[in-house]
């Protein structure tokens, strides 16, 4: 899994902080206390830490998870339920307010081209953040063809699949229409990536980590993390009677009871439910 590059601490210097970060993460801090407790960024032997860096030395030095969690509970704070899903203009007009393209410094036009496509990413496919940040640039194919326009192909492995010697990972790919409203901006990303790299294929095409491909959601939607879009996408499709249920079958690679999971059924899918069945009846009752 691809990590944040980290700044060499000496073994002196790593093990005492260890001794100073275990105690400051057992006692339920936050991140950002953390990092300011311990002078994170400041002249010192952390000069060159940030507060991300609290979860790659959590995970580095074993401290244990602060959260249990427990079968059947959501660890989401918002339930998917609750978020109320953006257009594609919505969301365009929220990513001009926080991921500006005119930003006169080049490294944050740079950021922000990445965040906006990766977003985008995120609001037109089923897959997980891991699955889009852990991809090189050679796993994103540009095409065009007469029966399915343009398209970007996604090849990946998806996550959460059993592996063994008899069962090997299998590549499973998605393909994203570059006909949806704004997805130029994933392109443009991808092309402007690979001049950074000079073309080198085996580069990330997002160089991001979990917890900043968390943050890169959050900056925009505060109610809302990279998984809500998974939920939003299977429920969509699932609710749209002109998608069979074997595309959402092979569009996602899961079985029909995981897609019933994601599946939302929140007073907004009860609405909908409920207007279709009266447009379905207004249909018969205008029949002859």
Known sequence: MFRPRQPTLTESVEETLREELEPLWRSRLSAKDIAKTLHFGEEGRYRKLKTYHVYYYRTKFELPPRVKRQSGISRYKHQPDTIEPLSPDEVYESLNKVYLLDFPIKSMVRQSMMSRAFLWLLYYTPLRKSELYERSLGEFQIARSKEMGSYVLIDLYRKKKIVTEKKPARKVPFYLSLDAPHSHEVLDWLRYRMEQVDNNVDMLAFPISSWQAWNTVKKVFPKSYPHYYRFKY???????????????????????????????????????????????????????
């Open 234 to 288: 299977i429920t969509d499709r699932a609710s749209n009677p002109m998608v069979p249920i074997e595309d959402l079958l092979v569009e996602t690679d899961l079985n029909i009871i995981t897609l019933r999971r994601y599946m939302m059924t929140g007073e907004r899918q009860r609405r909908l439910a409920f207007m279709r069945r009266r447009a379905t009846l207004a249909r018969l009752e205008e029949e002859p």
